[in-house]
Nanobody, 120 residues
């Protein structure tokens, strides 16, 4: 059974940084790509970033140059380093995956989400 568990969210001031983690079980990072998504209050869920089976990465235009996705095979975990955070980055962040090697990631399996709040 594939499970994803996000962590690392919290409260941060504009300009600050957070690192989100997505620990995956029942699925190895060699099995497919993993994506990060977010949903802000009153808005639809949107894709933020993706890392493929071969470590190719994609980013939404709104986060390019500020966010970095990476993975640790030994921990079977995908990270999202978020720098220069803005109030508009406030959202619940989710990771998702499925058995597709390339990005965008399939979204057959979702984590429970981790909340990020950027405020003064």
């Amino acid at each position: 059974q594939v499970q994803l568990v996000e962590s690392g969210g919290g409260l941060v001031q504009p300009g600050g940084s957070l690192r989100l983690s997505c620990a995956v079980s029942g699925f190895t990072l060699n099995d497919g790509s993993v994506g990060w998504f977010r949903q802000a209050p009153g808005k639809e869920r949107e894709g933020v970033s993706c890392i493929s089976r071969w470590d190719d990465t994609t980013y939404a235009d709104s986060v390019k140059g500020r966010f970095t996705i990476s993975k640790d095979y030994s921990k079977n975990t995908v990270y999202l380093q978020m720098n220069s955070l803005k109030p508009e980055d406030t959202a619940v962040y989710y990771c998702a995956t499925g058995f597709r090697f390339t990005c965008p990631a399939r979204t057959d399996y979702w984590g429970q989400g981790t909340k990020v709040t950027v405020y003064w």
